[in-house]
């Protein structure tokens, strides 16, 4: 079966310092992968989506990057965080046309302080 | 512009009671599909139930059915007899397009609290 999982969980950065998270994908392959950010009780954004290594589509103009370095493999990324970066990070992948469902990782927690 | 649009922030729903949480959409394409999402406290997505612009029929999926109204552009989910548990936040989504690039965008979430 198909599983997904994005690390770390939680974690508190100060502003200015880079940032990684990381997302993998296990049990399917060339899946479609998606970033999205949730502010505190707000919905969600969708940062950068992929479908296939390299290549990426960004929605939102902003100092956060993604990279898809392996097929089932989604990183986001930022050299310099800001307080604005803060919020729920979800890592999420769907397959083929006409998807009827997307999955979802466990989230990440960032509070830049 | 905004594709999808949940107009209730929040809404409070006595236990066993029906509840229809709204949402409208705005695409150009004849082939889309809509979601609709639970997400608890813990943080977790859950899917709850699918619809396709094509699907002559609402979606359903035990205590949960989708209101499809297509000429309106509203995919409404309706939840009957709710219970305690179905409090959490709730996300329209959109797939907009069919082909594997196309790209799903969620609404601002409406936050559901049930009454014992």
């Known amino acids: 079966s198909q599983t997904i999982h994005q690390w770390p969980a939680t974690l508190v950065q100060p502003v200015g310092s880079p940032l990684s998270l990381e997302c993998t994908v296990e049990g399917t392959s060339n899946p479609n992968l998606y970033w999205y950010r949730q502010a505190a009780g707000r919905g969600l954004q969708l940062l950068f989506y992929?479908?296939?290594?390299?290549?990426i589509s960004s929605e939102v103009p902003q100092n956060l990057s993604a990279s898809r370095p392996q097929d089932r493999q989604f990183i986001l990324s930022s050299k310099k965080l800001l307080l604005s970066d803060s919020g729920f990070y979800l890592c999420a992948w769907s397959a083929g046309q006409g998807v009827n469902t997307i999955y979802f990782g466990e989230g990440s927690w960032l509070t830049v302080v | 512009a905004q594709k999808i649009t949940q107009t209730q922030p929040g809404m409070f729903v006595q236990e066993k009671e029906a509840v229809t949480l709204d949402c409208t959409y705005d695409?150009?394409?004849?082939?889309?599909?809509l979601f609709w999402y639970k997400q608890p406290s813990s943080g977790e997505m859950i899917f709850l139930i699918y619809?396709?612009?094509?699907?002559?029929q609402n979606a359903t999926e035990g205590r949960y059915s989708l209101n499809f109204q297509k000429a309106r552009k509203s995919a409404n989910l309706v939840i009957s007899a709710s219970q305690l548990g179905d409090s959490a936040m709730y996300f329209c989504?959109?797939?907009?397009?069919?082909?594997?690039?196309?790209?799903?965008?969620f609404g601002s979430g409406t936050r559901l609290s049930i009454r014992p």
């Open positions: 992929s479908v296939g290594i390299g290549q």
């Open positions: 695409t150009s394409d004849q082939s889309y599909g």
């Open positions: 619809q396709g612009s094509y699907d002559e």
């Open positions: 989504a959109m797939r907009e397009g069919y082909s594997s690039a196309s790209k799903i965008i």
